[in-house]
């Protein structure tokens, strides 16, 4: 990412940095919040970017080894978070003229060692202080009103009071940035700030929230920012917005997918807030500051109640079909993120888990095999109910199936749940839980019990009036018997079955779904399966046109493709679907 364009100063640092560097090969750089580590670890790699062939950038929001398993490489296949870091820590090893950035690491971390041992250059930043690290100070007076009067015109008009302000702001790089936007985008005069962050009366202490050593300055720190924001005086609708941003992976999100998420009908909120320095709007992306983050975090404590809307909107988009994938994929994080968060303060077990349940179930919807290991993972199983139990059995065979093709095991945890669930206290759920076993026993190549349980599915899901909710659910399980219906022979009667339930797709959803795609995917392989090339043909360019217009990922195409190839070769798979293949 670039640095900010108010960046200033710090030559003789970077200077250093690029020295120790060159002989260390990494380098741990600490510093006070706010005080401009991200940015002077961007102006750097701006700086030496000609030197690399490769700049990795790690941004920690939860721990390195999770961050690492959360890259992205062209080769990656759905494996548990341990698979996928000790995956990528090998694809790392073999690089090389390659600088990786570690930013936020602000706690000791298991995983730092083995990330340090590699033949890459390596900057980390971190809160945490330690005589050995290089220690990135304040900025000096000089640098800092030079930004301050780089934000704020009439800054040489009010010099004495801007230096006042500065002294004030204890030369912290941040607070300075938002005291001259704060008098640049509002009628305040500098005299008025000045006064205000003079007067601790009415400041919330926060040295109650803090156990380092550095207690008292963090405490000042955070009580200049909210003398900041009372005099910004932020609109409930606006707090909500900074709620759901400091939520986002990376501190960062694609304007448009947070507006998804977030539930918003624009986005002048959030060009608002660029402009008072809250957050930054690059590219079309969205970033919030770490420090603000952090300072939101201790001024509204968000709680299931104060994020309802959030969680609301999540549920919905968790329920539907066609969003984009990487809408998706970043509503994911987000809600990994919340209930990380969530989950060290909340009373409310049973609200959490049931919209645990609902993230999973869309996690499965989209393959995201790791979200979903997760998202169990954080399920309180302390006082479940039978139906509880049945879907969090329900919930342990898929991850037995799709993430380590334990079929057998799957069949086990699945026909357990059937006998678990209270049957006519959740239909959906009990059609749901039957219609999965059935899945599973079909692939486990138990052909006659799966006909057993998906015919008992299917009689739940009769007896439930069509809705959203519902939709989704039963036109997967219908794809699912058509597939037990063509491995046990009868192909045609699959086929009609999966046109029909195209038909009421197409009537359901306007737009294109991934529903619709896998649907005609499906279609495609029974044709295949009885030699209908032409057939099979135009179902599968027309699932693969639109898996690409809904932005799935690669390795999904590509492990589509490999099905195909099982039933026909290379040659045959390569003529119905290689231009799709192609970037």
């Not at 030197?51 to 398993?69: D, F, M, P, Q, V």
């Not at 539907?320 to 994911?332: G, L, N, P």
């Not at 995201?368 to 309180?380: A, G, R, T, V």
């Not at 022979?489 to 896998?518: M, P, Y």
């Amino acid at each position: 990412p670039e640095p900010c364009r108010y960046f200033t100063g710090r030559e003789k640092e970077i200077s250093e940095v690029h020295k120790r560097l060159s002989i260390e090969k990494h380098l741990i750089i600490n510093g006070f919040a706010g005080i401009g580590k991200t940015e002077f670890l961007r102006k750097y790699t701006v700086t030496y970017k000609s030197e690399y062939r490769h700049i990795l950038y790690i941004y920690c929001n939860s721990g390195l080894k999770t961050e690492i398993a959360d890259m992205h490489f062209p080769d990656d296949k759905a494996l548990s978070t341990d698979e996928l870091y000790r995956q990528h820590m090998r694809r790392m090893k073999t690089l090389d003229k390659t600088l990786i950035i570690v930013d936020n690491l602000n706690s000791e971390d298991e995983s730092l060692p083995e990330l340090l041992r590699l033949n890459c250059d390596i900057l980390v930043a971190t809160r945490i202080n330690n005589d050995d690290y290089y220690e990135l100070s304040e900025l000096d007076k000089s640098e800092l009103f030079s930004v301050f009067s780089s934000i704020y015109s009439d800054a040489d008009k009010y010099a004495d009071a801007v230096w006042e302000i500065i002294s004030i702001l204890n030369y912290h790089t941040y607070s300075v940035e938002l005291a001259a936007r704060l008098l640049e985008h509002t009628i305040l005069k500098p005299s008025e700030i000045l006064n205000q962050l003079k007067d601790k009366a009415h400041i919330k202490d926060f040295s109650d929230r803090f156990r380092t050593h550095k207690t008292s300055k963090r405490n000042t720190f955070y009580q200049h920012l909210e003398t900041l924001f009372n005099l910004y005086q932020i609109e409930p609708e606006t707090e909500y917005v900074l709620m759901c941003l400091a939520f986002a992976d990376n501190n960062k999100i694609p304007v448009k997918d947070f507006a998804v998420i977030a539930g918003l009908e624009n986005i002048n909120i959030p060009e608002d807030l660029e402009e008072l320095g809250l957050l930054r709007i690059n590219e079309g992306i969205l970033e919030i500051h770490a420090v603000v983050r952090d300072f939101i975090f201790l001024k509204t404590e968000p709680d299931m109640n104060k994020m309802n809307r959030f969680t609301s909107n999540l549920t919905a988009i968790f329920k539907r079909c066609d969003i984009q994938t990487d809408s998706f994929e970043y509503a994911v994080s987000m809600t990994l993120n919340f209930i990380e968060y969530i989950k060290k303060y909340e009373d409310n077990r049973q609200v959490i888990n049931t919209f645990l349940f609902d993230f999973f179930d869309a996690c499965e919807r989209y393959r995201s095999f790791s979200s979903m290991q997760k998202c169990l993972s954080y399920i309180d199983t302390s006082s479940f109910s039978n139906c509880e139990k049945a879907h969090f059995l329900d919930c342990q065979a898929c991850i037995s199936a799709c993430l380590y093709s334990d079929y057998s095991t799957a069949s086990d945890l699945s026909g357990e749940a059937c006998n678990t669930v209270e049957k006519e206290e959740d239909l959906l759920l009990t059609a749901n839980i039957f219609a999965n076993a059935g899945y599973y026993q079909h692939l486990n190549n138990q052909l006659d019990s799966a006909e057993k349980y998906m015919l008992t599915a299917m009689d739940y899901f009769s007896r439930i009036s069509d809705d959203n909710t519902v939709y989704f659910d039963k036109f997967r399980f219908i794809q699912n018997y058509c597939n037990l219906l063509g491995a046990k022979g009868e192909h045609k009667k699959a086929i009609e079955l999966l046109e029909k339930i195209k038909a009421e797709a197409d009537s359901k959803f306007e737009k294109e779904n991934i529903l619709t795609a896998n649907i005609l995917f499906d279609i495609g392989i029974l044709w295949l399966i009885i030699n209908d090339i032409q057939n099979a043909r135009w179902n599968f360019e027309e699932a693969f046109s639109m898996y690409k217009d809904l932005g799935v990922s690669r390795s999904f195409l590509e492990e589509k493709a490999d099905i195909i190839r099982s039933y026909c070769g290379d040659f045959m798979t390569d003529l119905f679907v290689s231009d799709y293949l192609t970037d």
